[in-house]
């Protein structure tokens, strides 16, 4: 299986004996090209006819957290945690998460991306005595990961007084 049809770059090269083959890490919204070839004690025999596919495109899931909105307790490193669960079969290119937090002084606030192994900070007690968070955010670093599985949304007020 390539990329381009001259099969210059392979993605999958292997000899295998069954009818079907799984793989993952394709990307989004591209075609794939294939063949086959048999071998048998006779030798090898010509490729089969170059056939193709394309890869489905993903552009936007929506995820809400069910048991939201609750109130986040003040300098409590537990937080509010959102656990979501995403669809399968799917590589993330790019990763933009739409916030809308009501609190009245944003700067107390972090905010976390966890998926697998992986856990990334996109918000770290920006914005002062400013309220409410209301933004998109770019989160970097699952690029190339599966989509499928748990996602883990968690929201800290690290200091006291202001609460939301």
Same mark, same amino acid.
């Given at each position: 299986m390539a990329?381009d =049809?001259?099969?210059g !770059?392979?993605?999958?090269?292997l000899? !295998?004996?069954?009818s *079907? +083959?799984?793989?993952?890490?394709?990307?989004? /919204?591209k075609? $794939? $090209?294939?063949r086959?070839?048999?071998?048998?004690g006779? %030798?090898?025999?010509?490729f089969s006819e170059v056939?193709s @596919?394309?890869t489905? &495109?993903l *552009?936007?899931? *929506? /995820?809400a957290c =069910?048991?939201?909105?609750?109130?986040?307790i003040?300098?409590? =490193?537990? %937080?509010?945690?959102?656990?979501?669960?995403a669809?399968?079969?799917f590589?993330?290119q790019? +990763?933009t +998460?739409?916030i809308?937090?009501?609190? &009245? $002084?944003?700067?107390d606030?972090?905010?976390t991306?966890?998926? #697998? !192994?992986?856990t990334?900070?996109f @918000? /770290?007690?920006? #914005? %002062?005595a400013?309220?409410?968070?209301?933004?998109s955010f770019?989160?970097a670093? @699952?690029? #190339? !990961?599966?989509?499928t599985g748990?996602w883990r949304?968690?929201?800290?007020d690290?200091?006291?007084q202001?609460?939301?």
């Amino acid at each position: 299986m390539a990329s381009d =049809p001259g099969f210059g !770059a392979p993605v999958v090269d292997l000899i !295998a004996s069954a009818s *079907s +083959l799984k793989t993952k890490l394709l990307d989004s /919204a591209k075609t $794939y $090209y294939w063949r086959v070839q048999s071998t048998n004690g006779c %030798g090898d025999s010509e490729f089969s006819e170059v056939r193709s @596919f394309e890869t489905a &495109t993903l *552009s936007n899931v *929506s /995820a809400a957290c =069910p048991s939201l909105p609750r109130v986040l307790i003040d300098n409590d =490193p537990n %937080g509010i945690v959102c656990d979501l669960e995403a669809p399968a079969g799917f590589v993330i290119q790019d +990763l933009t +998460l739409d916030i809308e937090i009501q609190h &009245t $002084y944003r700067g107390d606030l972090t905010l976390t991306l966890g998926h #697998g !192994a992986t856990t990334k900070t996109f @918000f /770290a007690e920006e #914005g %002062g005595a400013t309220d409410n968070v209301q933004a998109s955010f770019d989160v970097a670093g @699952f690029e #190339g !990961a599966a989509l499928t599985g748990e996602w883990r949304l968690k929201v800290v007020d690290g200091a006291g007084q202001d609460v939301g």
